[in-house]
């Protein structure tokens, strides 16, 4: 199937479910570990993740399809458009947006929306470095997404992985009152109860097919 | 001598950055399905974080504190790119089977950790020693989840047969759910061995 003509609301979905970022591709696994020990923790930074993971990827798509990409300045005169590749920057230019974005959001939130800020706050900053906003924009390049797919890949990574770290705070509150043997305390029972979570969201595999 | 020994030695089983930080766990699921790709990977990560504890602990004396962040993420980020461009070049099927995670050592802790924490503070010849360490440490655990997973998995190493004929691979293992039961098991060994006195 040419990845073109796979509709946007099919690609939502099946980040979310079938192709789930966390679970299937395995990213922002060290955000995922640290902060689903509790659930506020965990609705903030996945809440933070799902709205930085929509725009930036807009923002990357733009970026990348009307400069970065080969010929996309080819409107240029002289054919200096065809001459210049600034295919390689592509890395260092998504990681820019992402830290510019998060920059530019928690100013914003700090002027206008203290509530937010204080609920946000603390987890904007740890997104830049979280890879799986980074790993939607490479996908996206990769698979050759067009503009709308690219959002609905970006909004429903972010979604599959706020469902993925709320899933796994629920668990972890649980186990807090169950005997977990000494040594598998901690990041070990997080790493295997995650595997059976991966198997449980294998059933769903099937329902939507994107690659 | 002694000194530069232990800075070289001690990221790679004392304070290993996936087992001791908890650092760069993504791609050690993603990329560990062959032994190959681990290596690859694990070359990767080694060559780009020596690279820039070198840069980094060179550039200690131009850099201001409030913009460290952002030198430290670029020194890091042209070594990433060099890294992939010459993959591409020389070994495009490997860089295919890749993907994207080799785009995403950028984001692996472990190289802004050891820059931020090891780099910044340091002369040169440490710097790059505590890199390679690093980077050692890093691969010898990826290498360790691939062998498991390709020859209980694929029934191979490095591609060449080890299970005997009519055995059927464990598929599991390839799959998601199997990457992480392993690591979650790996990580459980670890400590019970380090427990012991």
Redesign the interface.
Known sequence: MNPGDISPLTILIAAIFTNNIL????????SF??LSRRLDTAVGMGLAVTFVSTFTTALNWVIYHRVLARGALSFLPGGLGDRIQLE??A??VF?AVI?AFVQVVEMVLERFSPAMHQALGLFLPLIT???AI??VA??MV?RGYGFFQAVAYGFGSGLGWLLAVLLMAGLRRRLRFSTV????EG??????V???M??AF?AFAGMVRIQ | MNRHLATLVTPIWKENPIFFHVLGICSALAVTTRVSNALVMGAAVTCTAAATGVFVSLLRPVVQRSVRLVVEMLVIATFVILFDVMLKAFWYDMSRQLGPYVGLIVTNCILLGRAEAFALKNPVLPSLLDGVGSGLGYSWVLVVVAIFRESLGAGTLLGLRVLPEGAAPAQALFLPPGAFFLMGLLVWGLHAVRRRP
């Open positions: 679970l299937s591709n395995y990213l922002g696994m060290c570990i640290a390689i920057f890395l260092i990681i830290a470095v979280n890879c980074l790993g490479l996908f990769i043997p000494r040594g598998l990041v070990g029972i997080t790493l295997i995650t595997g059976i991966a198997m294998m």
